[in-house]
């Protein structure tokens, strides 16, 4: 069949109200269930799983798609408003969306964010149109020494979300990774700081953390300084995001927007990673730089194109190789086998109507995504608007559900309350809490990488060179270094 | 607390966690079997990696607070009563330390509710009223959700269940 009777076939499988209504719904469960803190994107897909059981395939597998798309941007909304992730794809959005909030301006980043993530989105789902069988096999050269090289590489990203002090973040993201060290080892199953508890054998529940160092902070210091924010606005505030503003920002979505779509084609990687690199490249680059971290609409602009640039992308695998991208992408594979479909090569050839059905549907959630993302802004207008000392008990109830709620497990609030003192304690001592979680969620992928590669030579480090795109990751990284030296010794000079 | 004390103190305990990390944790903490070929397939290997970093970066810590000036300034803003404050956090401390003891006992929907009254009154809320009737309907609501929409089995505790 030729690109026409493929694109024909794919309207007359979604061209009806149904598959427009399950696309619309699922964005509106999606963007709902990435606003409430501890729901998550990832939740919201499996929760709304079973109910596309009884739909047909492409329908069911739109509203998946709406959800996975919705929670993304949805995750922003708290972000900006109550300084807590919905998803830990937002968890850089917070660094300059948070800020702005407390200035009056959450409109204004809540609306930049939402230009940025349906500018994102559309490049992804192009990207995933254009790209999918090139991206994919790309992807699939990777092997352990490969992801250790890039993983590597994406550490150096805490050099940019480190703020005033780069060694207080190196001691940040050391403490990440040694958290992330918690549980079961992953080659000789033995103990690592598990003290014989059961609860502690899978590691430190990934959600727990965040919001435990996110949220809980900031009820501990509405407690210690329960005055502190009197004469502080936090409201949507009467300036919006303006066209001007777009075109400041467009370089950085542009950027972040590619960032998303590369990372979000390698399997594993996700979101957050995504989002964090993209953040800190716009900051590297901008020539606001000073401003990053202390409420600069660019940064939200970059971290939420970044986060959404891989929504679009993780389907490439997906589709193309019948490899989940992430989490979500994981469970969505779950709904194509429920289906009777089988993502990978021979889906191209056997359900060519469903891939472009799919595609078409992709590209209209973008424009859904705006209209419901710009209604859902001013429908979280309240929130913004609950005296701080009536929402922080709100949060707290919410991050004790929504925490429970991932596994069932009683012991995740507690780590999430321990999490909390840690995150205050590091605020008081002014240790960034980014590279805290970029370190915890790329550390276990670091070492187990590593040790895969070491696995696979023998012990013979050379196989981490062992060629071009390890080689590529490598000088990526050493150019980054001397960068940071070189900007930090210019600094150090500018001091003196 | 000055810039240079954060500084001298973040670069000690990074040094003394270091210590602590290499010289007992690490070797009572962590399992590994004895037989390993090579050292970098330990499963002490990746966290001695990390202490030893952590050490480096306390030096550094240590370095740089010494060329930092002793009239750096304040690095977090003064309270008007810290004492008060200490005691709302020893509180706040308390409070959830009995809220994860109650949860699976009581139930989530019952402790929330006195663990958002308390939390409101160490925030000195300015509307008692409004934390009242939020305390009972937000655990109520949430629990609505998740217990009848997305079916999770939300702890009922012992003794008063909800439908």
């Known amino acids: ?496 | 607390m000055s810039k240079r004390a954060i500084q001298f103190q973040l670069g000690i305990g990074a040094c003394l966690g270091c210590l602590f990390l290499i010289l007992y944790a690490i070797p009572h903490w962590i399992s590994s079997p004895s037989n390993i070929r090579n050292i970098v397939l330990s499963p002490r290997f990746w966290p001695s990696i990390v202490a030893g970093l952590t050490g480096l970066v306390g030096l550094g810590l240590l370095v740089v607070s010494r060329s930092t000036p002793h009239e750096s300034g304040l690095a977090n803003t003064p309270i008007d009563a810290p004492r008060a404050g200490l005691i709302r956090l020893a509180g706040l401390a308390g409070l959830m330390v009995a809220t994860f003891w109650l949860l699976p006992r009581l139930g989530m929907v019952w402790v929330s509710i006195p663990a958002f009254l308390a939390l409101a009154f160490l925030a000195r809320t300015r509307h008692p009223k409004t934390a009242l009737v939020c305390a009972v309907a937000v655990p109520m609501l949430l629990y609505g959700f998740f217990a009848h929409v997305a079916g999770i089995a939300i702890p009922q505790g012992d003794y008063v269940r909800l439908p």
């Open chain 1, 1 to 496: 069949m030729s690109l026409i009777d493929n694109v024909m076939a794919g309207f007359a499988l979604v061209g009806n109200v149904d598959a427009f209504l399950a696309l619309a719904i699922g964005i509106v469960i999606g963007v709902i269930g990435g606003a409430i803190p501890g729901i998550s994107a990832t939740m919201a897909v499996a929760l709304a799983l079973p109910f596309t059981f009884p739909m047909q395939p492409v329908n069911g597998i739109l509203l998946l798609l709406g959800v996975y798309k919705g929670g993304i941007f949805g995750g922003s909304i708290p972000a900006i408003l109550i300084k807590t992730p919905g998803t830990p794809a937002s968890s850089a959005t917070i660094l300059d969306g948070h800020p702005m909030a407390e200035r009056g301006e959450a409109g204004r980043a809540l609306g930049m964010a939402l230009w940025a993530s349906c500018t994102a989105d559309v490049i992804s789902n192009l990207s995933l149109i254009l790209l999918a069988g090139w991206l994919a096999s790309f992807a699939l050269s990777f092997g352990p020494p490969e992801f250790f090289a890039l993983i590597l590489f994406s550490l150096t990203i805490i050099a940019g979300v480190s703020g005033e002090s780069l060694l207080r973040g190196a001691l940040s993201a050391l403490l990440g990774l040694l958290l992330a060290t918690i549980g079961l080892d992953l080659v000789y199953g033995t103990n690592r700081f598990t003290f014989g508890n059961p609860n502690l054998m899978g590691g430190l529940n990934f959600i727990a953390v965040l919001i435990g160092l996110f949220a809980i902070p900031e009820i501990i210091n509405t407690v210690w300084n329960p005055t502190g924010h009197v004469g502080k606005v936090r409201t949507l505030g009467s300036k919006w995001v303006t066209f001007a503003d777009y075109r400041r920002c467009f370089r950085s979505i542009l950027r972040g927007s590619f960032i998303g779509v590369f990372l979000g084609s390698i399997p594993g990687i996700g979101a957050a990673p995504a989002a964090f690199l993209s953040y800190s490249e716009a900051r590297r680059t901008s020539p606001n730089k000073a401003n990053f971290g202390k409420g600069e609409i660019e940064g939200v602009a970059a971290s939420e194109a970044g986060n959404n640039g891989v929504a679009g992308a993780t389907l490439i695998p997906l589709l193309a190789l019948g490899v989940p991208g992430d989490v979500i992408t994981a469970i969505i594979i779950g709904a194509f086998m429920v289906h009777g479909l089988q993502p990978g090569p021979m889906m191209f050839v056997m359900n060519v109507d469903i891939i472009y059905g799919l595609f078409i549907g992709l590209i209209l959630s973008s424009g859904l995504l705006f209209i419901v993302g710009s209604l859902a802004i001013r429908g979280f207008k309240p929130v913004a608007d609950i005296p701080k000392r009536i929402l922080m008990p709100i949060v707290l109830v919410l991050c004790i559900y929504g925490v429970f709620a991932v596994n069932n497990n009683i012991f995740d609030v507690g780590v999430m309350f321990v999490m909390g003192w840690v995150g205050f304690l590091m605020s008081r001592y002014h240790i960034p809490a980014a590279p805290f979680l970029i370190a915890f969620i790329l550390g276990p992928l670091l070492e187990d990488n590593f040790r895969q590669s070491m696995l696979m030579s023998g012990g013979t480090p050379d196989i981490l060179l062992r060629g071009p795109i390890t080689w590529f990751f490598w000088g990526l990284t050493l150019i980054t270094i001397i960068a940071i030296t070189r900007g930090t010794l210019d600094k150090a000079r500018e001091k003196d």
